[in-house]
Each structure stands twice: as C-alpha cells, then as structure tokens.
C-alpha cells in the first residue's frame, strides 16, 4: 500500500489538473478490446522536416493516399509542449485517428535508482503531458517503454523491483483523474531470453487498460545474424500470446521498427510483409493494434543500433520511397 503522504501527493496533483479545461472533438469511444480488425498506426511526431520547412504528419500522410487509425509521438525527457499540440490532437480526433503518446522520459538508463531519486521530476512531466491531453476523444498514453531494459552498472534492474508495479500504478491514477479520456499502459521490449515480467507487472496488470511491446531490428544488432530474426511477425505472435497469457490485458504491438541501414531497405520490406502475413495470427493472439515506428527517416536520431538508428524511416530524409512503404500500405488497408 502507498504511504499517506504519497496518496496526499497524488491527490494534490489531481486536483491542481482538473483546472485545465478538455479540448472537445471527437468520439470518447474506443475499446482496446476489440480485435476483429488490426488497427493499424505511424510515428512518431505531429509535424515532420522536410527540407527547411516543417510540415504536419497529418498532411503528409494525405499527400501519402496512407490511412491510419492511430498517430504516435515520443515525449522524452526535456520535451516540447508543440509536440502534442492540442490543435493537432482535435485534428486527429475529428479523423477519428487516436493519438498515442509514449511518455519516454528514463530513457534507455532506467533503474531503481534512477527511478526513485527523479520520482518528483517524472511526475511533474507526467502531470504536465496530462493537462495537454485532456479532450473529449480517447488517448493512449504508454509509460516507459523497455522498461526491462539492461540497468547502468552498479545499479538494479526495474525487473528486480516489483515497487515499479505501484508507480506504474500510482501513475494510471493520476492520469485518469486528471484526463478521463487517457488510456494507460507500458510497454516491455521483446528481448533476448525469459521475460520474466510477472514480479513486476502481475501486480499492476488489472490497474492498466492495455500492455504495449515492441519489434526492432537492425543489421547493427549483435544479434542480427540469428536465424530467424527478420520474421517479426511470428516474433510478434509468440510475445503478444504470452503477455496475454500471463496478464489477461488488450494488447498493442506498441512499435515495430526495422532500420534500413546496411543495405536493408529489401529486408525491411520483407519484415513487413512478414507482419502483414500474420495479421490474423496477431489479432487472434489478442493483438488489436500495431504501430510502424517513424514515417521518415531522421539523420538525428540515437540510439541502441547506432548509425541504424538514422534509417527507420518507410521514407528517406530526402523524401525518397522505400520498398516498405508498399509493404506498409497493404498492411494498413
């Protein structure tokens, strides 16, 4: 059970949310557990660089003839209030798009420690971000993905703690007083070897409307090589049938990601495909939506995969097709 101080803390948060008013737009009806189509999404901003202009996703995506049902955007730590602009949102919203927000705000180094010594900060961008999605049409919000990941030396793994349960729990709270409109989840990263999430979201399950986790590859990764690694659907089918073994929640394949970088941009199409062929499969795992993880390539982005990293895109940053934007296509319609 939390301590007083900590349920006063929530409160007072709470109650200083609620002055900020919904934007309105939109239907307030989405269920996370109806799976009889995949409802497919992009990322993973509202506007996009083009050249020296900036242009919004939405318009891009109409120039594109691409239909999406969900539009997905990263708020790490330091982020922008423009990057969830709430004129942008409404816009969704009346194209019945639901927006998912992925609040990223640990990052890769995620901890115990770090966790419990920026607790007041993370909270602070949380009720932040809330306050801008309050509206009157349904929002997704993912908590930390790749929560499980590998911790900075020397400090505990969130998989070794099962108190990440009650701030995750802690967190739904306030979010859902704040934006009645918000759905909440998190999102562990299909990695290497055992799971093992129950410690830490068995006791939280029930308190999340839905549990997200992602696909990524790249020739960068040191596990490349392994047999079978570009079959990202089947890979997508084995994790979603055991998340939703083990927890009972709706399932989002939160963002699938395949750098084309290294003479990829064949093998990136063809693990799209791979995920169009087992859409059935997916959705019969519990799966109800899957999002691509950027439209364009961005020559700044960093990360795990290193130069990978810059060639997500189902475009390139000079505006060129790649295979996998068919591949894209088909799986959206």
């Known amino acids: 059970m939390p301590s007083p101080g900590k349920r006063i803390a929530s409160l007072l948060l709470i109650a200083t949310a609620l002055l900020a008013g919904p934007v309105s737009g939109g239907s307030s009806e989405l269920s996370l557990e109806d799976n009889s189509r995949l409802r497919i999404g992009i990322g993973d901003r509202v506007s996009l660089r083009r050249g020296k202009r900036w242009v919004a996703t939405l318009a891009e995506l109409d120039r594109l003839a691409l239909r999406v049902d969900l539009l997905q955007m990263w708020l790490p730590r330091g982020w922008d209030e423009s990057w969830i602009d709430r004129k942008q949102l409404k816009a969704m919203a009346a ?3 639901t927006p998912v927000v992925v609040h990223y705000y640990f990052g890769d180094a995620i901890s115990r420690q770090r966790v419990e010594s920026q607790r007041k900060q993370w909270r602070a961008s949380l009720r932040r971000m809330t306050r801008l999605l309050r509206m009157d049409a349904p929002v997704l919000v993912i908590l ?4 499980n990941s590998a911790p900075p030396e020397g400090e505990t793994a969130i998989t070794s703690w099962p108190g990440f ?3 995750l729990r802690e967190a739904a709270e306030m979010i859902r007083a704040q934006a009645p409109n918000v759905r909440v989840g998190t999102c562990p990263g299909d990695f290497p070897g055992t799971p093992n999430l129950e410690p830490v979201l068995g006791p939280v399950a029930d308190d999340l409307d839905f549990l997200a986790f992602q696909e990524m590859r790249a020739v960068s990764d040191p596990d490349a090589q392994r047999s079978g690694y570009l079959s990202v659907g089947q890979a997508a089918v084995d994790y979603a049938g055991y998340l939703k073994r083990a927890f009972k929640r709706p399932i989002l394949l939160g963002y699938v990601a395949v750098s084309s970088h290294g003479g990829w ?3 990136q199409h063809d693990a799209l495909r791979d995920l169009l062929a087992h859409r059935r499969a997916l959705r019969e ?3 109800w939506g899957a999002i691509y993880f950027q439209l364009y390539d961005d020559p700044e982005h960093r990360g795990y995969f290193g130069a990978a ?7 390139s940053s000079d505006g060129r097709s790649k295979p996998a934007l068919e591949a894209f296509r088909a799986l959206s319609r």
């Open 144 to 147: 930390e993905p790749e929560f």
């Open 285 to 287: 795992a519990g799966v």
């Open 309 to 315: 990293e810059r060639q997500f895109g189902l475009i």
């Open 265 to 267: 941009e064949e093998p």
């Open 165 to 167: 349960a009650e701030e």
């Open 95 to 97: 194209r019945g798009i």
